[in-house]
């Protein structure tokens, strides 16, 4: 069996989630984003409470927040009224620290008097000692705030919100899904997004007279196309697979996107409860399950997606822009692929939505810093996210469109993809529905609801029922209500 099922039921969420993460951070080029994938796993049906008592001798003394003197922060001569040092914190990414020392740079020349620390944590602690050190007080001034675990500390009210006239909020995709629901404000920025998009080995396709530009863009021809790709040998079992599906998060991602596709939501219209069970979850989980039982274009034992695709052994896979780094990673593959956007029923503009995105966040500034060191916080985030060049360049980064509708199609911005692999995303970012946080309980129901369809033949609504029951179940005990975002998509018109 695949990584992603062997052994599911003798190791605890946390172990599996860990495991197959810090192996797919191994395998991917490191010029494209790893931070996402890194915490997607680590808070995976970890309530934040269990990483607060299992962390806490493991905080960092962080820089003490002075005491509030009330009242606003007045910028003094040449300068910012806070002077001295300003600490923030960050995980390691390379790529992401030197575009930060570079924006630091400019800055601090801008504002004598006031420099910025960042502290960068192992990727395996930065989630643990933050939610530690926030809880106790003792957090810096800002930090770098991971979508999955910013909504955690929004909902316990320590951060401070945006300034109103911060960023361009006006332009930015982001605007609708940050405001907090119950009060309004936005309390994160978006570095950039991602999204799926289909992609192609496109050797594998001219071995059967198909073009990149043939690559089917309706659900119905692409598993037609797909079938036609599947190669197995004489045991029935496949050698070459018609499309790899062999990786949970793929798999998640996929099914959120068909559900949204068919019309559906994840949650309530309150957000109080989850309604996966509907029609549209069920038909989104069928389609998953056809993969494997109905087209037949993998087999759960197969290779996994990453070694499958990059060993010219899966002719296509949908996933998220940021696995789109191929060519170092995997030289039997380079300059062999391709993506086009993620199928739709209709094979063009979807009646609802194209499917889920993902942000990369986003600064957040903690509300216990003192004025001054707020002022200056906010003074750096908005330079280092507001300019449209500084958001292009967050976005070239990184390997997903920017938080800005308005740059979706900058030449600049595309001019070096090579693979349209941005401009594959950025062409769907319109139709794509954020769904907000991801409560903390969800993904060891679905891991589970995936068990059920594909190594135990379930049925997709009998499987989908007892994950749903069992989530609201969990979600009404642990008294929290999460901050869902999906039901602020409007379709364009």
């Known amino acids: 069996m695949t990584e992603s099922h062997a052994g599911r039921k003798s ?15 191994n395998r991917v080029l490191t010029n494209r984003v790893l931070t996402r994938r890194s915490f997607l796993g680590v808070s995976a049906g970890i309530g934040a409470g269990v990483f607060l008592a299992a962390c806490a001798p493991n905080a960092v003394a962080p820089q003490a927040p002075q005491a509030a003197t009330g009242g606003q922060a007045s910028t003094a001569a040449g300068g910012l009224a806070y002077q001295g040092e300003l600490e923030y914190w960050d995980w390691d990414f390379d790529p992401r620290a030197a575009l930060l020392e570079k924006y630091t740079k400019a800055w601090e020349t801008e504002h004598p008097g006031t420099t910025l620390k960042r502290i960068s944590q192992a990727y395996a602690d930065a989630q643990t000692k933050l939610l530690t050190a926030a809880s106790s007080g003792n957090n810096p001034p800002f930090a770098n705030i991971h979508n999955t675990w910013r909504f955690a500390i929004q909902r316990q009210g320590l951060l401070e919100p945006y300034p109103d006239d911060l960023l361009p909020f006006d332009k930015m995709l982001s605007t609708a899904y940050n405001r907090d629901p119950q009060t309004g404000k936005v309390y994160t920025c978006t570095f950039n997004y991602f999204c799926d998009e289909l992609f192609f080995n496109t050797d594998l396709l001219a071995a ?12 119905d021809d692409y598993f037609v196309m797909a079938e036609q790709l599947t190669k197995r040998g004489a045991d029935g079992k496949v050698t070459q697979a018609g499309m ?24 309530s219209e309150d957000g109080t409860e989850a309604i996966w069970n509907s029609e549209q979850g069920v038909n989104a989980l069928q389609m998953i ?45 380079a300059g062999k692929w391709g993506t086009i956007t993620t199928p739709t029923f209709t094979g063009s503009t979807p009646d609802h939505a194209w499917g889920m995105v993902s942000p990369e966040e986003g600064f957040g500034v903690f509300k216990n810093a003192t004025p001054e060191q707020k002022e200056a916080a906010f003074s750096f985030i908005g330079y280092a996210v507001g300019p449209d060049e500084h958001a292009l360049e967050w976005a070239k980064l990184q390997g997903g469109p920017p938080d800005r509708a308005d740059l979706l199609n900058n030449p600049d911005l595309l001019a070096n993809d090579k693979y349209g692999v941005i401009a594959n995303q950025g062409k769907t970012m319109p139709y794509r529905v954020n769904p907000g946080e991801q409560p903390l309980q969800a993904e060891k129901h ?13 049925e997709p609504k009998a499987a989908l029922d007892e994950a749903t029951a069992n989530f609201n179940t969990e979600l009404k005990e642990s008294g929290e209500k999460p901050i869902i975002t999906e039901r602020a998509y409007k379709q364009p018109s």
């Open 11 to 25: 190791k605890t969420a946390l172990m599996i989630v860990c495991e197959e993460e810090i192996k797919m951070k």
């Open 208 to 219: 059967e007279g198909i073009k990149p530009e043939q690559v089917p863009t309706k659900w």
């Open 244 to 267: 790899t599906l062999n990786h949970y998060y793929s798999r998640q991602w996929l099914w959120q996107t068909l559900v949204y596709q068919l019309g559906g939501w994840l949650y």
């Open 289 to 333: 399950k056809d993969v494997y039982f109905k087209h037949k274009l993998d087999d759960v034992d197969f290779l996994s997606l990453w070694d499958a695709f990059g060993t010219n052994k899966a002719a296509t896979y949908i996933s998220q822009g940021y696995t789109a780094g191929w060519d170092t990673d995997y030289p039997d593959v």
């Open 446 to 458: 679905w891991r589970t609801m995936f068990d059920r369809i594909l190594l135990e033949n379930a």
